[in-house]
């Protein structure tokens, strides 16, 4: 069966500081990679996707990137992180057929 | 555009009762999938039901049930004997290319 993890589960950081996310799949290959950020008590906001190793689409342009390095890994990075920047982060992964999508656990990520 | 309507921000229903969460989609698509994910408090996603447009008959998963009027772009979820555990944030969505639309969301309350 297929799993996805995230880490870390939370992570407190100073204004200015990097930052990376770490996403993992495990049981499938070439799966669709999304990351999702969510306010609290809000909807989900669509960060970015990918639908194969080094490919990605950014739907919201800010100061965070993302990076797939392997098949079943998705990284979400900042250089500098903004306080505007915490939240709540979610990956998920798609077999890409149906348009399901599976959510880790997520990040929660507050900036001081 | 693809969208998704949630009209009931919140909602509260008494346990072992029934309760049904309105959604409505926009889309010019002619084939699609829609959803309801849950969001308990530990803010996972998690998939509650999917059904696919081609398909007349309602999906069914235990005790949630959807009811799906392709021509009125309806695509509601009726719990039925609601327990405590189904306290949560529910998201409709649909479909698009490789991506979801989310609804914004309908926080339901279960009353003991």
């Known amino acids: 069966s297929q799993t996805i993890h995230q880490w870390p589960a939370t992570l407190v950081q100073p204004v200015g500081s990097p930052l990376s996310l770490e996403c993992t799949v495990e049981?499938?290959?070439?799966?669709?990679l999304y990351w999702y950020r969510q306010a609290a008590g809000r909807g989900l906001q669509l960060l970015f996707y990918s639908v194969g190793i080094g490919q990605i689409s950014s739907e919201v342009p800010q100061n965070l990137s993302a990076s797939r390095p392997q098949d079943r890994q998705f990284i979400l990075s900042s250089k500098k992180l903004l306080l505007s920047d915490s939240g709540f982060y979610l990956c998920?992964?798609?077999?890409?057929?149906?348009?399901?999508?599976?959510f880790g656990p997520g990040t929660r990520l507050l900036v001081l | 555009a693809q969208t998704v309507t949630q009209s009931q921000p919140e909602m509260s229903v008494q346990e072992a009762e029934t309760v049904t969460l309105s959604c409505t989609y926009d889309t010019s698509e002619s084939d699609y999938y829609l959803f309801w994910y849950k969001q308990p408090p530990s803010r996972q996603m998690i998939l509650v039901i999917r059904q696919e447009a081609y398909k007349q008959q309602n999906a069914t998963e235990n005790r949630f049930s959807v009811n799906f009027q392709k021509a009125a772009k309806s695509f509601s979820l009726k719990i039925s004997d609601s327990q405590l555990g189904d306290a949560a944030m529910y998201f409709c969505?649909?479909?698009?290319?490789?991506?979801?639309?989310f609804g914004k969301g309908t926080r339901l309350h279960i009353l003991p």
């Open positions: 049981g499938t290959s070439n799966p669709n």
């Open positions: 969505a649909a479909n698009r290319d490789d991506k979801i639309i």
């Open positions: 998920a992964w798609s077999p890409g057929i149906t348009g399901t999508q599976y």
